[in-house]
Nanobody, 119 residues
Framework: VQLQASGGGWVQAGDSLKLSCAAAVRTAVGWFRQAPGKEREFVAAISWPGTKTAFAKSVKGRFTISRDNTKNTVDSQMNSLKPEDTAVYYC?????????????????WGQGTLVTVSS
């Protein structure tokens, strides 16, 4: 299973950014992030085929997650970005269609994409 995350970049606080994960899978996909000096944490997840979503409290109402099963992509639209959103963002998938906010439930990881939000 191969995952490819893209879309990171440098933005100012309040801006928006869309991350995309190329994921040719029929399983749940999650986005996680890891800030410098911190542990990797859950951001958002979507079930297969996409009927259920979940978000971390810190991003709820600002981030969305969606998937296009014809294009095999899972996107995360990040709005109203804050400096504390600065991190390397990873997409990951597990071995079933049910979403989870637990890092260890995800077995396959893509490389990260860096998001930097300046104040």
């Amino acid at each position: 299973v191969q995952l490819q995350a893209s879309g990171g970049g440098w933005v100012q606080a309040g801006d928006s950014l869309k991350l995309s994960c190329a994921a040719a899978v029929r399983t749940a996909v999650g986005w996680f992030r890891q800030a410098p000096g911190k542990e990797r944490e859950f951001v958002a997840a979507i079930s297969w085929p996409g009927t259920k979503t979940a978000f971390a409290k810190s991003v709820k109402g600002r981030f969305t997650i969606s998937r296009d099963n014809t294009k095999n992509t899972v996107d995360s639209q990040m709005n109203s970005l804050k400096p504390e959103d600065t991190a390397v963002y990873y997409c990951a998938t597990r071995d079933n269609q049910y979403l989870s906010d637990v890092l260890n439930d995800y077995y396959y990881w893509g490389q990260g994409t860096l998001v930097t939000v300046s104040s």
